[in-house]
């Protein structure tokens, strides 16, 4: 399997573990499209990971698979939960809403957005592979950090600057090399790429 099949299946579990927190949430909410709690669940997915991820890292060390554990077992807990729920509500109401003056044109012009984007974003991970300054200075460079130290006190010595930023972010790049076995400027790319998508398709 390449790296970029690997890198977009590690994506499908938090996007799976974010969707059904915030479906969950939303459930009584039947005016919430799907594709609202799909965008809204990705970040959730994403920081529920990373913080077990940091957990693993604490009691196992930064190259332990355990956080998969953890991310299996929450995922198993939020399916149990949302179908406990999903019984005790009824039907979906008709969640219609009112159209929207000069829909056509703002959805034309956000895909039309999303596409330059896209093109864009493909340029420069090509181009720019370990981002800017405070891709390279704080977030990769403490992921990398970790991954090759194996204990996560080592991204808060002395050699880092803002030492007040959280785990999250590297610890969510941390993931994703550790499925691999290696680092690779991909996860982080796919993180980036995938944030700013999820933040177009909110608009849309």
């Known amino acids: 399997m ?17 969707y059904c927190a915030v479906d969950l949430c939303a459930l009584k909410a039947p005016s919430c499209p799907q594709s609202l709690r799909f965008c809204l669940g990705f970040g959730v997915g994403i920081g529920a990971t990373s913080c077990a991820m940091f957990v693993s890292t604490l009691f196992f060390g930064a190259r332990s ?6 991310d299996v077992t929450m995922l198993a807990l939020l399916l149990v939960l949302r179908s406990f729920k999903s019984n ?5 109401l008709d969640g219609s809403t009112r159209p929207l003056p ?4 703002t959805l034309l012009l956000l895909f039309a957005s999303a596409e330059l984007f896209v093109i864009t974003a493909f340029v420069r991970g ?24 194996s204990e996560w006190t080592s991204a808060f010595n002395s050699l880092f600057p803002n030492t007040d ?6 610890s969510t790049v941390l993931q994703g090399w550790n499925l691999l076995g290696r680092e690779s400027t991909l ?18």
């Open 126 to 149: 090509v181009t720019l592979p370990h981002g800017v300054w405070d891709a390279w200075t704080i977030w990769n460079f403490r992921a990398r950090w970790i991954f090759r130290a």
């Open 2 to 18: 390449t790296d970029v099949a690997q890198s977009l299946l590690w994506l499908l579990l938090p996007c799976a573990i974010g």
């Open 88 to 92: 005790s509500t009824q039907g979906d």
């Open 165 to 170: 930023y959280p785990l999250l972010l590297p």
């Open 65 to 70: 698979l355990w956080f998969l554990a953890i």
């Open 102 to 105: 000069y829909r056509r044109v």
């Open 187 to 204: 996860i982080p790319i796919f993180i980036g790429i995938s944030f700013e998508l999820v933040a177009v398709a909110l608009l849309i």
